[in-house]
């Protein structure tokens, strides 16, 4: 467009107003202006009802609600970003590590790495709170151990609390104030038996509207389930499913104990083996009043992990399971390193 037509437009959106105003003065002296219309008396403000669609409950032997959905690992627009915790030999987390330390390997190809950070980021954290009747003399040292895990937080981080006994609940919602958290607890009492399964199927669900990239499960349990109404391997697909972080502190009666159920004798594996897939760690606890500290070290841990992300050279969208590998190039100077993280991801299908 031209100087001279730019002009010109400006020129005549004036003219066109000028033109409006004149039609309304004319049309006014030909016509009265209508009567006043009165103002119909509202009743009050209506009350709005939300309805919210209660989920179906389980059938035994049919397929759960959650079989057919396909999560991802963060696949933001075609980078892959996956969290990353490197220990020593003694559990100790190491810090300070470069983009060339690590290799990622998907479905055995080995991918380029895009993107590398090791900074904090804001969490969203839920914590899985066992008050069934076992729990009873563990109580005290739990709620010091949640805590603890809590003193570590930033202002951006947030939180929700699922307590369970023989069913889940949602006591706490999404909340910024950790406080709120420990206020709550503090009122637990122990009772019934343990739907432990349950309690972290309503903890995944929950994350759901979670707002932080980074986000995690804090299980504080000892172990053995025997109320839930869905199974081990349901809760396995649902965690391999979700993009959270799952950090377990099973607090057990020690092997030789007596009186340990079937179910309290399975709890370690099956703790160990749903964080272990999930990127995340089980920390098994014999003496409770070690709880505390293990609680702090998780804290640290989760705001001292990598972020790495990688475009995947598989670029077809059949929403797949996508193995992952994260192998490292061991720096000098330090023993040998073991990283944590999520085993895979299921590739989206459109």
Known sequence: MSAGESVRDYLFIPVIAVGLMAAGVWAAEDKAPPPPQK???????????????????????????????????????????????????????????????????????????????????????????????????????????????????????????????????????????????????????????????????????EMKKARNPRKAVLVLSDGGDNSSRYTESEIKNLVREADVQMYAMGIFESMGGRGRSPEEMAGPGMLRELAEQTGGRHFPIENISELPDVAAKIGVELRSQYMIGYNPANFNKDGKFRKVEVKLVQPRGLPPLRAYYRTGYYAPTQ
């Open 39 to 205: 103002t119909p008396v509202s009743a009050g403000p209506q009350p709005r009802v939300a309805i919210t669609p209660r989920a179906p409950k389980p059938v035994a032997g049919a397929e759960p609600a959650f079989t057919d959905r396909r999560s991802n690992i963060r696949v933001d627009s075609t980078v892959v970003l996956i969290n990353v915790t490197v220990t020593t030999p003694l559990g100790q987390v190491v810090t300070g590590m470069e983009k060339e330390h690590f290799r990622l390997l998907e479905d055995k190809v080995e991918q380029k790495i895009v993107s590398f950070t090791s900074e904090e980021a804001p969490l969203s954290v839920g914590l899985v709170f066992d008050i069934s009747g076992s729990m009873n003399n563990k109580l005290s040292k739990s709620r010091q151990a949640a805590k603890e895990f809590c003193k570590s937080a930033n202002p951006d981080d947030e939180f929700f609390l699922v307590q369970f006994s023989e069913r889940p609940e949602l006591m706490i919602p999404w909340t910024r104030s950790f406080e709120e958290i420990i206020n709550r607890l503090a009122f637990t009492r122990a009772h019934g038996r343990t739907a432990l399964l349950d309690g972290l199927y309503l903890a995944m669900n």
